[in-house]
């Protein structure tokens, strides 16, 4: 059990699609996660080149590459789509707390106010 959660820890720090996947799901990047998606090309390009080796007669264990890199493929292709729904559900809530804090003021008979800023929304 501690060797997985040492292998776990050790691929989510130093795993490159880890690392921009992790990258993505803060607030800050969440817009980023379509343009990574672009980075699933040289992943598939990559397993479709080490494919061909192995048809050609090269070593079996290129396979192993193959596998890889048709799973970070699959991850990157996925991490757009998700990120724009969570950024769609970060902005509803924003909205929300944004009209809540302006309701507030109104009832409180703050007359004069600039409109809210969210920390969420600068940076």
Not at 104 to 113: I, K, N, P, S
């Amino acid at each position: 059990m501690a060797a997985t959660d040492r292998s776990y820890f050790f691929l989510r720090r130093f795993m490159p699609t880890a690392i921009v996947i992790d990258a993505i799901n803060t607030r800050r990047g969440l817009k980023w996660g379509v343009p990574a998606m672009l980075l699933a090309g040289p992943y598939a390009f990559s397993a479709l080149f080490c494919r061909a080796q192995v048809d050609a007669g090269g070593p079996g264990w290129l396979n192993l590459l193959v596998i890889l890199c048709l799973w970070n493929t699959l991850k990157l292709l996925l991490v757009g789509p998700i990120s724009l729904v969570k950024l769609m559900a970060v902005r509803v809530r924003e909205a929300v707390a944004r009209r809540r804090t302006i309701r507030t003021l109104l009832a409180d008979g703050v007359e004069h106010f600039n409109e809210p800023i969210l920390l969420s929304r600068h940076g």
